[in-house]
């Protein structure tokens, strides 16, 4: 389910901050996207989330959602 080297680290760390595993906080993280990608429309995800994602999965992996927002904030 990992989607690259980083993401254990960061749910490792929120993880140790919320003192639940690192595994529940990633399946956590990828439901939370998953839902929101099954019950958002269309039209609102492409306005709100303009990168990229890859057709096969239909969603974004939890480091490709956290990268596109936390760049987002930085602007």
Same mark, same amino acid.
């Given at each position: 389910?990992?989607?690259?080297?980083?993401?254990?680290?960061?749910?490792?760390?929120?993880?140790?901050? /919320?003192?639940?595993?690192?595994?529940?906080?990633?399946?956590? *993280?990828?439901?939370?996207?998953?839902? #929101?990608?099954?019950?958002?429309?269309?039209?609102?995800?492409?306005?709100?989330?303009?990168? /990229?994602?890859?057709?096969?999965?239909?969603?974004?992996?939890? *480091?490709?959602?956290?990268?596109?927002? #936390?760049?987002?904030?930085?602007?």
């Amino acid at each position: 389910m990992t989607c690259d080297k980083e993401q254990p680290n960061l749910c490792s760390q929120i993880a140790k901050s /919320y003192s639940v595993s690192s595994a529940s906080v990633e399946r956590a *993280m990828q439901g939370a996207i998953n839902r #929101a990608w099954n019950t958002t429309d269309t039209e609102t995800l492409e306005t709100q989330y303009t990168a /990229y994602i890859n057709p096969e999965r239909g969603y974004p992996t939890i *480091m490709e959602f956290v990268y596109y927002y #936390a760049d987002k904030v930085k602007k």
